[in-house]
């Protein structure tokens, strides 16, 4: 059964830093192109990156740009989230999502962890 | 970047009826396009792919159609676990974009 298990999340102050993880098991982590996806509260889904399987291809979106950086550990079947000058905009749900590879759909979503940016 | 206009972004709806939701792309981006239900307090879920091909285990009362820029979710038979929020996704290109979502619900 495919897992994806987010942590790291919580209350930090504008500015601040915060680092998710994201924990795969149930498949061949390493052989998955990997997302973050998150929610603000009460609102739509919002694609925050991507990072191809091998870490070959990273992509941003443009809100995060500068400020999050994705990566992955295929030795732990982890992903993660580096979260730095964080803003009060940034206060979501952030969900792990996996894909097979470029132009594949997002087939599995972990339940989320809660960013909240607020002093 | 692509735009995507999801509508409507409500729908008042009965068990049993037939009902379609539209996402409109700003480009055209073939069928590379997703549809996500998503309930309360839960993660989405993929529902169909490639504009109109049903993930394994999603019922057959779901389809979806179109390509290159408009595109179609319906749900024909509504039944009491249907009602949730439905967003489409095209990752065509980067950067990936979702619809605004529609909320269904009991009328």
């Known amino acids: 059964e495919v897992q994806l298990v987010e942590s790291g999340g919580g209350l930090v102050k504008p500015g601040g830093s915060l680092r998710l993880s994201c924990a795969a098991s149930?498949?061949?982590?390493?052989?998955?192109?990997m997302n973050w996806v998150r929610q603000a509260p009460g609102k739509g889904l919002e694609w925050v990156s991507s990072?191809?399987?091998?870490?070959?291809?990273?992509y941003y979106a443009d809100s995060v740009k500068g400020r999050f950086t994705i990566s992955r550990d295929n030795a732990k079947n982890s992903l993660y989230l580096q979260m730095n000058s964080l803003r009060a905009e940034d206060t979501a749900v952030y969900y792990c999502?996996?894909?097979?590879?470029?132009?594949?759909?997002?087939?599995?979503w972990g339940q989320g962890t809660l960013v909240t940016v607020s002093s | 970047a692509i735009w995507m206009t999801q509508s409507p972004s409500l729908l008042s709806a009965s068990t049993g009826d037939r009902v379609t939701i539209s996402c409109r792309m700003s480009?055209?981006?073939?069928?590379?396009l997703a549809w996500y239900q998503q309930k309360p307090g839960k993660a989405p879920e993929l529902l169909i792919y490639?504009?109109?091909t049903l993930q394994s285990g999603v019922p057959s009362r779901f389809s979806g159609s179109g390509s290159g820029t408009d595109f179609t979710l319906t749900i024909s038979c509504l039944q009491s676990e249907d009602f949730a929020t439905y967003y489409c996704?095209?990752?065509?290109?980067?950067?990936?974009?979702f619809g605004q979502g529609t909320k269904l619900e009991i009328k």
């Open positions: 490639a504009a109109s």
């Open positions: 480009q055209g981006i073939s069928s590379y």
């Open positions: 999502a996996r894909d097979q590879s470029l132009r594949w759909p997002i087939d599995y």
């Open positions: 149930g498949f061949t982590f390493s052989s998955y192109s």
């Open positions: 990072i191809s399987s091998s870490s070959s291809y990273i």
């Open positions: 996704q095209q990752y065509y290109s980067f950067p990936y974009s």
